[in-house]
């Protein structure tokens, strides 16, 4: 059993952020002692370099290995840079026991909204999954914005410019998780073998509705992928339940 923990948009900032609650957060998933979080961006809300200071000094309150993608707000007012100097590099893969890849994509534009792969990214990208498919591995790819809109959040303005192509890659290649942010409501859709993930807000005032400040959970067996809504401070339910590609 592999447990992972999706957390996204936190938006820290002398507005908007919730500090208390994101110590909560922390507790609740240093609790699950989980293998990694993945943290699909936002990580700060204007990219400015003292939210980034900030950002480096709260992060390492997590117990478990932090992998973390930018989000539009990250590469705002050169926090594209600031990124790579303070949390890491931008786009990355890692590789668990041989058999497990997670892909972090940068899809973030500096100073813009919407996100793109853009294509030498998108051929890099292409290259790791033939590898996860030739060597059988289960993979995970995660990136900022969604790859397909999300229901209850409004007009869509800041889905990949470049989704159709990317998406097509990630179903052909059966990729068996996609994680992303951005719309801060939780959500999952199905794709023939590929599940699509997104997370809600773990931490920010800037919440759509009744959503809750949230995070998910995959608890990743040989033949399931269990995925649970946590509400910070709150409920925690099943989301799904999907078999894994191999069987």
Not at 47 to 72: C, I, R, T, W
Request: net charge negative; glycine share 6%.
């Amino acid at each position: 059993m592999t447990l992972i923990v999706h957390i996204s948009d936190l938006h820290i900032s002398k507005v908007n952020f919730d500090e208390d609650l994101f110590m909560m957060a922390v507790d609740e998933i240093n609790h699950l002692s989980p293998e990694m979080i993945i943290l699909t961006g936002d990580i700060t809300d204007n990219g400015y370099y003292k939210e980034y200071l900030q950002a480096s000094k709260l992060l390492p309150f997590f117990e478990a290995p932090l992998f973390a993608v930018p989000g539009n707000h990250d590469a705002r007012n050169l926090g594209y840079r600031t990124f790579e100097e303070l949390i890491g590099e931008r786009s990355w893969k890692l590789t668990k026991d041989d058999n497990f890849t997670v892909i972090g994509i940068d899809s973030s534009s500096p100073d813009e909204n919407g996100g793109q792969i853009g294509i030498p990214q998108h051929m890099w990208l292409e290259h790791q999954l033939d590898d996860c498919v030739i060597n059988n591995n289960f993979s995970v790819v995660a990136l900022h914005h969604h790859v397909v809109s999300i229901p209850d959040t409004g007009r869509e303005r800041n889905v990949l410019s470049d989704a159709g192509e990317v998406l097509k890659t990630l179903t052909t290649h059966e990729v068996d998780l996609v994680l992303s942010g951005h719309k801060h409501v939780p959500n999952i859709w199905k794709i023939n073998n590929t599940i699509i993930a997104n997370a809600g807000s773990l931490c920010s005032e800037k919440l759509r509705g009744k959503n809750q400040n949230s995070y998910n959970v995959y608890n990743i067996s040989d033949k399931s992928i269990e995925i649970y809504l946590h509400n910070v401070g709150g409920e925690r339910l099943l989301f799904d339940e999907f078999l894994r590609n191999s069987i």
